[in-house]
């Protein structure tokens, strides 16, 4: 549907010269622009969309969680998805990877569909979500952490099962591979460790490195800020703005504004399950329809001027489905890669 763009409509073009700020240190890097065909409302289609949302909804019992008529995500991009409590945030992230299904409405990922599509396949197919580091998770090594990010294609193939040095091979690979995300994300001295012994932030890089172990397309991240200590946060920042210049999607769900202004693109808005507002960030913070959305949800807070944290508050449904979701990944994790049973255990 894009392949008869102008230069000026590619996607992914940033604003300033081509010689932009390197991926180092705290500079201030360019904002993707001219993401979007026509006028700047809820719904508005992308010049490049990586993900597509028709119609989608969700319901609890009485409660309509997400009620999403059309989105679109753009590729190249940072995107936030930003909205008070309860919003339906989380609900509609889940059933964009596959965690959860919606009562009706379709959705596609890279021009397909991902309706009935298990997590772990729409995960091969390059659109990942960070996971947090559970309790299970938290008792294996960093390493460990690591090796369960890589896309399992060990044993599934005819001549690997027979020859079982293939995938002696592939597990040297993938060691190498997770050693050098561990160095760039500066958790290489931790490889033994476990995973458990980490800060706050550095689990969050820990999360970050073991999602890029599948190379995919679309990141996605879930409050990548919470419980994050204020010495590790330019760091974060840092990681998530090199995703995109090495041609990464980002989404990313926060409650911390500035971070949010600081390196989202585009800012989705929604309000009791619905869409109300996207764009740019600094426009979107204006919107008159954000600040009621965030007033009307009793959250008294003038969106102008945040630039601290907005205390998460979740109920106990969302973070019971939450915890199911999380175990059920694990589990589908665990049973599809070999290395994480008892073998390589033990090390630390
Ligand atoms: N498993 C569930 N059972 C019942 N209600 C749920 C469940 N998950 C979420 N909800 C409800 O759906 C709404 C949206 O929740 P959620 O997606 O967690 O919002 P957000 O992430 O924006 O804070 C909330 O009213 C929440 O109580
Ligand atoms: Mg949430």
Not at 105 to 124: E, N
Not at 135 to 159: C, D, I, Y
């Amino acid at each position: 549907m894009s392949n008869e763009l102008t230069p000026e409509q590619v996607p992914g073009s940033v604003e300033g010269t081509a010689n932009a700020a390197p991926a180092t240190g705290s500079i201030r890097r360019p904002k993707t622009t001219g993401l979007t065909k026509g006028e700047v409302k809820p719904g508005v289609a992308k010049v490049d969309p990586i993900l597509v949302v028709d119609a989608v909804q969700r319901r609890f019992g009485g409660l309509t969680a997400v009620d999403v008529d059309h989105l679109e995500v753009p590729r190249g991009a940072i995107t936030a998805l930003i909205g008070p409590n309860g919003a339906g945030k989380t609900t509609l992230f889940n059933l964009l990877c596959g965690f959860d299904k919606p009562n009706s409405g379709t959705w596609s990922f890279d021009g397909t569909s991902l309706s009935g599509v298990p997590s772990f396949k729409v995960a091969r197919m390059g659109q990942v979500r960070t996971f947090q580091l559970t309790k299970s998770l938290s008792l294996l090594t960093v390493l460990e952490n690591m090796k369960l990010g890589a896309p399992h294609q060990r044993g599934e193939g005819f001549w690997s099962s027979l020859f079982p040095f293939l995938w002696r091979a592939q597990d040297t690979e993938i060691e190498g591979k997770a050693r050098e995300l561990l160095t760039r994300f500066k958790l290489d001295a931790k490889e033994k460790d476990f995973a458990a012994s980490l800060s706050g932030g550095q689990r969050k890089l820990l999360e970050m490195a073991r999602a890029l172990m599948s190379d995919p397309t679309l990141v996605m991240l879930d409050e990548p800020m919470a419980g994050v200590n204020p010495a590790l946060t330019q760091s974060l920042l840092d990681h998530i703005l090199d995703l995109k210049e090495q041609g990464m999607t980002v989404l990313f769900v926060e409650h911390d504004m500035h971070m949010v202004r600081h390196i989202a693109d585009w800012v989705i808005v929604m309000a009791e399950g619905r869409v109300v507002a996207e764009g740019p960030p600094d426009e979107v913070m204006e919107n008159p329809a954000v600040v009621d959305a965030y007033l009307g949800a009793h959250q008294d807070l003038d969106l102008g001027a945040v630039t601290g944290r907005i205390p998460v508050l979740e109920d106990a449904a969302a973070i019971r489905l939450r915890e199911k979701i999380e175990a059920e990944a694990e589990a589908e994790l665990e049973a599809s890669d070999p290395a994480s049973g008892t073998e390589g255990k033990g090390t630390a």
